[in-house]
């Protein structure tokens, strides 16, 4: 399969249209962005990382029920997925206390939290994806009830099997972010899983382990990008 035309270009990957028109082929860059692109940067080797991170944990989610787009991956910065149109929701699933909840709701990072909490976000970068909740979704007809209870479901599903499988390489799963598209009238899940979608801590030092270090400018990004591919490659 080969890349045709460009159809979207974001902040951290192309998709190009194939032959087939159910397919299209997803480029990894290596370009990062923070605070809705007002911090901007490069991050040599993160579009191999987030590549091959993907794939490992698509394949792996897959075999554990959760359909997503991927097909296969074709080379270390390119994988062929599914054609799908995508649910404009950011679905954040988080289990300790960081990031922007911390600061919204003045609690420390690092709290452990009761149960866990799943947030949606509007998908619109002029708007700098604001928090909404499932009724400010159905409103503006961005998913049905159906979708929503669907994408909840595997949202909870694939944060238990994410635990299970990032403890195994000494990381802790604090929170992550997942975008589901719509394929055949199925919801599935779509993008990616990487350290720019997921806070990861060192379970032994509490150390970060993903996009952080580039949002905060903790040094060493390119070396912890990489840490993280081999922990979880082994
Ligand atoms: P937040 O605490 O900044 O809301 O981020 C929650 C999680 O979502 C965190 O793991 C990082 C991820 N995330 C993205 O993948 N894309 C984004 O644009 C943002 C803001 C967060």
Same mark, same amino acid.
């Given at each position: 399969?080969?890349?045709?035309?460009?159809?979207?270009?974001?902040?951290?990957?192309?998709?190009?249209?194939?032959?087939?028109?159910?397919?299209?082929?997803?480029?990894?860059?290596?370009?990062?962005?923070?605070?809705?692109?007002?911090?901007? @940067?490069?991050?040599?080797?993160? @579009?191999?990382?987030?590549?091959?991170?993907?794939?490992?944990?698509?394949?792996?989610?897959?075999?554990?029920?959760?359909?997503?787009?991927?097909?296969?991956?074709?080379?270390?910065?390119?994988?062929?997925?599914?054609?799908?149109?995508?649910?404009?929701?950011?679905?954040?699933?988080?289990?300790?206390?960081?990031?922007?909840?911390?600061?919204?709701?003045?609690?420390?990072?690092?709290?452990?939290?009761?149960?866990?909490?799943?947030?949606?976000?509007?998908?619109?970068?002029?708007?700098?994806?604001?928090?909404?909740?499932?009724?400010?979704?159905?409103?503006? @007809?961005?998913?049905?009830?159906?979708?929503?209870?669907?994408?909840?479901?595997?949202?909870?599903?694939?944060?238990?099997?994410?635990?299970?499988?990032?403890?195994?390489?000494?990381?802790?799963?604090?929170?992550?972010?997942?975008?589901? @598209?719509?394929?055949?009238?199925?919801?599935?899940?779509?993008?990616?899983?990487?350290?720019?979608?997921?806070?990861?801590?060192?379970?032994?030092?509490?150390?970060?382990?993903?996009?952080?270090?580039?949002?905060?400018?903790?040094?060493?990004?390119?070396?912890?990008?990489?840490?993280?591919?081999?922990?979880?490659?082994?």
């Amino acid at each position: 399969m080969e890349k045709m035309d460009m159809l979207y270009e974001g902040k951290a990957k192309k998709v190009y249209r194939t032959q087939d028109p159910s397919l299209y082929i997803i480029e990894y860059k290596d370009d990062a962005t923070a605070f809705n692109a007002l911090k901007k @940067g490069t991050i040599a080797g993160k @579009g191999v990382v987030n590549n091959n991170m993907t794939c490992i944990i698509f394949k792996m989610l897959e075999d554990n029920g959760i359909p997503t787009h991927l097909v296969n991956m074709i080379d270390d910065n390119h994988q062929l997925v599914k054609a799908v149109e995508i649910v404009p929701l950011e679905v954040i699933v988080r289990n300790i206390a960081a990031g922007s909840m911390s600061k919204n709701l003045g609690i420390e990072e690092g709290m452990p939290l009761k149960n866990t909490v799943l947030e949606f976000c509007y998908k619109n970068d002029e708007l700098a994806d604001p928090l909404i909740n499932d009724t400010h979704a159905l409103a503006l @007809g961005l998913a049905t009830q159906e979708e929503i209870d669907v994408i909840k479901k595997y949202a909870l599903k694939i944060n238990e099997l994410l635990q299970e499988f990032f403890l195994k390489s000494n990381l802790k799963l604090i929170d992550f972010k997942l975008e589901f @598209g719509r394929c055949d009238g199925k919801i599935i899940l779509a993008d990616e899983i990487s350290p720019d979608t997921c806070r990861l801590w060192d379970v032994n030092t509490n150390r970060k382990m993903d996009k952080d270090r580039f949002r905060r400018d903790l040094g060493d990004v390119e070396e912890t990008y990489q840490e993280v591919l081999s922990r979880i490659s082994k």
